[in-house]
């Protein structure tokens, strides 16, 4: 979830962990200048009002420009009242509203799409998992016979990754700070970033939907392992990837 106006966050309306429904009102913001500028387009409005009337009487050959001025001061308008009512914050979505640290910016001037939150479904859960540069070639390009998901904690059982989706777009920031060093993940982070998010090297993204037996207790952010069993290749291709995917990451070319 982000704001879609900036503006100064006010307060919260839904508690974090409460649970939900599409449409209702989780925070709320103001924004002075923006009240300001609506009053300024509705003066312009009513100026733009009385001098067509006056021209539709006196000097009929201004009704064009007069009324197109007319229709941009409308259009101003309609934009800045979409953005006032943007100033509460609605979830998008049924499910259970998680902004673990978002009451700590009360007071504080937020940017427009800066993230506030999530609304997490409990009735779905997905599987993401990072691929490094080495191997993305192998698994992007081959179909799977079948996907297990293994969560720590609960190594013994096995879950299903359905629906899987590779996203073919190359990423540096983690979708979770749990996947790198500082989150007790694999992925290698960059020195330069504290909140342990940044990826040292380039990675690209899988996603599974989790198809998962009753035993196993599913939670957002809990980690774990996904295994893809793919279609069998020769030797030969396979030492061939292997000497070019070396060459590239020593040496660039």
Same mark, same amino acid.
């Given at each position: 979830?982000?704001?879609?106006?900036?503006?100064?966050?006010?307060?919260?309306?839904?508690?974090?962990?409460?649970?939900?429904? !599409?449409?209702?009102?989780?925070?709320?913001?103001?924004?002075? /200048?923006?009240?300001?500028?609506?009053?300024?387009? !509705?003066?312009?409005?009513? /100026?733009?009002?009385?001098?067509?009337?006056?021209?539709?009487?006196?000097?009929?050959?201004?009704?064009?420009?007069?009324?197109?001025?007319?229709?941009?001061?409308?259009?101003?308008?309609?934009?800045?009242?979409?953005?006032?009512?943007? %100033?509460?914050?609605?979830?998008?979505?049924?499910?259970?509203?998680?902004?673990?640290?978002?009451? /700590?910016?009360?007071?504080?001037?937020?940017?427009?799409?800066?993230?506030?939150?999530?609304?997490?479904?409990?009735? $779905?859960?997905?599987?993401?998992?990072?691929?490094?540069?080495?191997?993305?070639?192998?698994?992007?390009?081959?179909?799977?016979?079948?996907?297990?998901?293994?969560?720590?904690?609960?190594?013994?059982?096995?879950?299903?990754?359905?629906?899987?989706?590779?996203?073919?777009?190359? !990423?540096?920031?983690?979708?979770?700070?749990?996947?790198?060093?500082?989150?007790?993940?694999?992925?290698?982070?960059?020195?330069?970033?504290?909140?342990?998010?940044?990826?040292?090297?380039?990675?690209?993204?899988?996603?599974?939907?989790?198809?998962?037996?009753?035993?196993?207790?599913?939670?957002?952010?809990?980690?774990?392992?996904?295994?893809?069993? %793919?279609?069998?290749?020769?030797?030969?291709?396979? $030492?061939?990837?292997? %000497?070019?995917?070396?060459?590239?990451?020593?040496?660039?070319?």
């Amino acid at each position: 979830m982000v704001n879609e106006a900036p503006g100064y966050f006010e307060r919260l309306i839904a508690q974090p962990g409460a649970t939900v429904v !599409k449409g209702q009102p989780l925070a709320i913001f103001s924004n002075p /200048e923006l009240e300001l500028q609506i009053v300024a387009a !509705k003066a312009s409005r009513a /100026e733009m009002e009385a001098r067509l009337l006056q021209a539709m009487r006196l000097e009929t050959a201004n009704l064009k420009p007069l009324r197109s001025m007319l229709d941009s001061v409308e259009k101003r308008i309609a934009r800045l009242e979409a953005d006032r009512a943007a %100033l509460t914050v609605r979830a998008r979505q049924d499910g259970v509203w998680v902004a673990p640290s978002l009451e /700590e910016g009360v007071g504080r001037w937020l940017a427009k799409g800066t993230s506030l939150g999530l609304i997490l479904d409990p009735s $779905a859960f997905d599987f993401v998992a990072t691929v490094l540069q080495e191997d993305v070639e192998r698994l992007f390009a081959r179909n799977f016979r079948e996907t297990e998901i293994r969560l720590h904690g609960q190594a013994e059982e096995t879950a299903l990754g359905l629906n899987v989706r590779k996203i073919p777009a190359e !990423k540096r920031n983690l979708p979770s700070a749990a996947l790198g060093w500082a989150g007790g993940g694999d992925v290698p982070i960059s020195n330069q970033d504290p909140n342990g998010q940044r990826a040292a090297e380039p990675f690209f993204e899988v996603r599974a939907d989790v198809a998962a037996p009753k035993e196993i207790t599913l939670a957002h952010g809990r980690a774990g392992k996904i295994r893809f069993e %793919l279609e069998p290749e020769p030797l030969l291709p396979r $030492a061939v990837r292997s %000497l070019r995917q070396l060459l590239q990451k020593r040496y660039q070319i």
